[in-house]
Nanobody
Framework: VQLQASGGGLVQAGGSLRLSCAAS????????IAWFRQALGKEREFVTV????????FTTDSVKGRFAISRDNAKNTVYLQMNSLKPEDTAIYYC??????????????????????WGQGTLVTVSS
């Protein structure tokens, strides 16, 4: 499956952005989709993940209540709605997919190495 992330940009603190991850090349609903982010000089970190049906999501504590992941399997697209953005949310945001992964275990769903497919990333910059 090929992934294309989009929707990043420059926003003031407190603002909102919606990222999109469009997929092609395989049965989209067979994949779990996650968002990771990587700030300058830091390791890539898990943000949130959604199950194949969209019925289950898991989100890291630092963005819980501000970020929401959703998917539209008819459009082969996953969304990341980001509200109340903070300067520390500044990073390149990547979507990732895996066909076999079970996201029930935290150590699995948050492991960069567990995802076989990655998009190219989209830059989010939050100014103070």
């Amino acid at each position: 499956v090929q992934l294309q992330a989009s929707g990043g940009g420059l926003v003031q603190a407190g603002g909102s952005l919606r990222l999109s991850c469009a997929a092609s090349g395989d049965t989209f609903s067979s994949y779990v989709i996650a968002w990771f982010r990587q700030a300058l000089g830091k390791e890539r970190e898990f943000v949130t993940v959604i199950s194949r049906s969209g019925g289950s999501t898991f989100t890291t504590d630092s963005v819980k209540g501000r970020f929401a992941i959703s998917r539209d399997n008819a459009k082969n697209t996953v969304y990341l709605q980001m509200n109340s953005l903070k300067p520390e949310d500044t990073a390149i945001y990547y979507c990732a997919a895996d066909r076999e992964l079970s996201i029930l275990a935290k150590r699995n769903r948050e492991d960069v190495g567990k995802y076989d497919y990655w998009g190219q990333g989209t830059l989010v910059t939050v100014s103070s």
